[in-house]
């Protein structure tokens, strides 16, 4: 367990760097600016959480949350061609729930809308991968990924695949 002054580093270290990273995928592309997506996991609720904001780093720290990894980059501002990366929080499951495509799912299975986290593309662009959805009906909780790892995870904790979210940058977009 991380004593608070070493969560404190952690979060502050993650925090600089949320700084979004301003690139151009090509000449004929708008410029896009990313921030990192990050993956947080927590024992003691079995929940995966996905964010890319300073609320969202601080809410996940402040929880008990430990970081896993970076799973990517999202866009910052909407640009032709996206759509909002959203959280959703259900009290009853303790579950964080990181969809672009399942606002009515998350509304009707009784998941409050918290905020939206960024933009990401409906369709593949160089540079990105996919941003999967795995269900888990044991745990109760939903869980993005975006990363090999991230699948092999959810494989071994038998979640089922459910949907393609959308893309999301590939780590080296935003450092």
């Known amino acids: 367990m991380l004593k608070n002054s070493s969560k404190l580093l952690i979060a502050t270290a993650l925090i600089t760097s949320l700084a979004a990273c301003k690139t151009t995928q090509n000449a004929s592309q708008e410029d896009a600016n990313f921030t990192g997506l990050y993956?947080?996991?927590s024992n003691d609720r079995g929940d995966n959480f996905s964010t890319a904001t300073i609320n969202g780093i601080q809410a996940a720290t402040g929880a008990g949350y430990r970081l896993v990894r970076k799973q990517g980059c999202i866009l910052t501002n909407k640009l032709p061609g996206?759509?909002?990366?959203?959280?959703?929080?259900?009290?009853?499951?303790?579950?964080?729930?990181?969809?672009?495509?399942?606002?009515?799912d998350a509304q009707n299975a009784g998941y409050q809308f918290i905020r939206t986290l960024g933009y990401i593309y409906t369709s593949p662009k160089n540079n990105t991968?996919?941003?999967?959805?795995?269900?888990?009906?044991?745990?109760?909780?939903?869980?993005t990924s975006s990363t090999s790892q991230g699948a092999a995870a959810a494989n071994a904790a038998n979640y089922r695949s459910v949907r393609n979210e959308g893309f999301i940058g590939k780590p080296t977009l935003c450092n």
């Open 82 to 104: 996206t759509v909002p990366l959203n959280l959703y929080w259900h009290g009853g499951r303790g579950d964080n729930f990181t969809t672009a495509t399942g606002a009515v």
């Open 129 to 143: 991968a996919p941003l999967r959805l795995h269900w888990s009906a044991a745990r109760g909780d939903n869980f």
């Open 39 to 41: 993956l947080y996991y």
